[in-house]
């Protein structure tokens, strides 16, 4: 099993700044790529952005080109940097692992509370 927790949302201005983490224990090992979600009141959740182990990394239009996501092999943990944020990016923030061919929370449906981040003025 993994163990995921997710920190560092909160309340931020239009156009601020946040960063959030993601850190992995358990079965790290077997960890293939990671991704952040997001969902926001009465929406889906949606898969905003991914990194494998190699380093790629791949992201949503909606926010391609102001989220970076980064990973922290030696603190088994990823980020996302949120910059230019938006009133439309509030939602909570979920990071997810693929391990073999499936996704750990996709499949066991156990999200946890995730890190809600809210953008308002």
């Known amino acids: 099993q993994v163990q995921l927790v997710e920190s560092g949302g909160g309340l931020v201005q239009p156009g601020g700044s946040l960063r959030l983490s993601c850190a992995a224990s358990g079965s790290i090992f077997s960890i293939k790529a990671w991704a952040w979600y997001r969902q926001a009141p009465e929406k889906e959740r949606e898969s905003i952005a991914i990194?494998?182990?190699?380093?790629?990394?791949h992201y949503a239009e909606s926010v391609k080109g102001r989220f970076a996501m980064s990973r922290d092999s030696a603190n088994n943990a990823v980020y996302l940097q949120m910059n230019t944020l938006k009133p439309e990016d509030t939602a909570v923030y979920y990071c997810?692992?693929?391990?073999?061919?499936?996704?750990?929370?996709?499949?066991?449906?156990?999200w946890g509370q995730g890190t809600q981040v809210t953008v308002s003025s």
């Open positions: 990194i494998t182990n190699s380093g790629a990394s």
């Open positions: 997810n692992v693929l391990i073999g061919v499936s996704w750990y929370r996709t499949q066991s449906d156990s």
